[in-house]
């Protein structure tokens, strides 16, 4: 097939990605390249009613945006599950299939750790453990050390 509209009346899963610049021999080929698959609303159009559009995201230019709101563009319930399943298999490679806790720390009220890159600051759903140690607090997530007043 030589362009998505011919494509798109047989599929029944359409996986989209973007087109990786870093692929390509030349920033000319890429060019030449980049804007042929792009999903829109006119090519949706073509799609069967039960169509599956997926994408590991985040897109660049492949998708329109105006496709977001097709009840067949999957990609953001894709995205969804794929942090619980990554949420599942954490839990299984840490071997916690016997029920214990595997955070060993307390959580204290108002204190956050102060790492911007931990976890913890960024999926809220995640307790604030820590263990402490005298008058320090070690995040249980990524060791940063905070100091009790």
Do not use: W
């Not at 916690?96 to 955070?103: E, I, S, V």
């Not at 913890?120 to 402490?132: V, W």
Request: some cysteine.
């Amino acid at each position: 097939m030589t362009s998505l509209e011919e494509a798109m009346p047989m599929l029944d899963v359409l996986y989209m990605t973007r087109i990786q610049r870093e692929r390509f021999a030349s920033e000319e080929e890429y060019l030449s390249q980049k804007d042929i698959y792009v999903l829109d609303t006119k090519k949706m159009s073509l799609g069967k009613k039960d169509l599956i559009v997926l994408h590991p995201l985040p897109r660049v230019d492949e998708i329109a945006i105006e496709v977001d709101d097709d009840p067949r563009a999957t990609y953001f319930e894709q995205a969804k599950n794929g942090v619980y399943i990554r949420m599942a298999l954490i839990l299984l490679m840490l071997g916690n299939g016997n029920g214990q806790a595997l955070l060993k720390g307390k959580c204290h009220t108002g204190v956050k750790c102060n790492n911007p890159k931990c976890i913890t600051n960024s999926e809220d759903y995640l307790p604030k453990s820590f263990i402490g140690n005298g008058d320090t607090l070690e995040c249980e997530y990524c060791d940063e050390r905070l100091l009790m007043k």
